[in-house]
Nanobody
C-alpha cells in the first residue's frame, strides 16, 4: 500500500522554525521526484518546493526562497522541508507529494501520490 505520512507541523511565532518530514512506503522512492504543496483556508493549493529524484535539483516558489530548504534521504525513504523565518502568511496545511519521474514539476495535477497533510500555524 502506498503511504505518505507527514509530520512536524505545529504552532510557532513569527520568525520561528519548523521541520516537516514525509515518510513514504509502497513505492520506489528513488524513482520519484517529490514536492511540498500547501493550502490555506479559502485559497488554492500552491506549490512550495520540489526536489528531483536523486536530490540534485531543487526549486522554490519566490515567497519562500532563502527561508525554506527541501531535502530528501533516499536511504530512509524520507522527504524534508526545513522552514525558517516563518511568517503568518505561511500558515497552511502542508502536503508532500510524489511524481513518477526524475525531475521537478510545479503542477499539483502531475503528482501521483499524496499525503494527508500537516498543519503549520504561524502567529504574529
Amino acid at each position: 500500500q502506498v503511504q505518505l505520512v507527514e509530520s512536524g507541523g505545529g504552532s510557532v511565532q513569527a520568525g520561528g522554525a519548523l521541520r516537516l518530514s514525509c515518510a513514504v512506503s509502497g513505492f520506489t522512492f528513488s524513482m520519484y521526484a517529490m514536492g511540498w504543496f500547501r493550502q490555506a483556508p479559502g485559497k488554492e493549493r500552491e506549490f512550495v518546493a520540489g526536489i528531483s529524484a536523486i536530490g540534485g535539483n531543487t526549486y522554490y516558489r519566490d515567497s519562500v526562497k532563502g527561508r525554506f530548504t527541501i531535502s530528501r534521504d533516499n536511504a530512509k525513504n524520507t522527504l524534508y522541508l526545513q522552514m525558517n523565518s516563518l511568517k503568518p502568511e505561511d500558515t497552511a496545511v502542508y502536503y508532500c507529494a510524489a511524481r513518477r519521474g526524475l525531475e521537478i514539476t510545479t503542477n499539483w495535477y502531475n503528482y501521483n501520490y499524496w499525503g494527508q497533510g500537516t498543519q503549520a500555524t504561524v502567529s504574529s
